[in-house]
């Protein structure tokens, strides 16, 4: 049961952050430190947590929701 309540809170994280990058789409200078300010966590914290709930960087996480 840990890991389904795991995921969906990952699940839940990335739909945070895709929501944030996608009212920014318009921002080309945004980037982790932004993010990172909307989410009200550390940089480091940011880059830890999108890359192991998504498997991509943030920049990659960001590149791929500009590109869809």
């Not at 389904?4 to 921002?27: A, C, P, R, W, Y």
């Not at 940089?43 to 960087?57: D, F, M, N, Y």
Request: charge should be positive.
């Amino acid at each position: 049961s840990i890991p389904n309540k795991t995921s969906s809170m990952g699940q839940t994280f990335l739909h945070k952050v895709e929501g944030i990058i996608l009212s920014k789409i318009e921002d080309e200078n945004f980037g982790v430190s932004d993010l990172a300010a909307e989410l009200h966590l550390s940089r480091s914290q940011v880059l830890r947590k999108v890359k192991a709930e998504s498997g991509k960087s943030v920049n990659q996480f960001i590149r791929d929701i500009r590109l869809r």
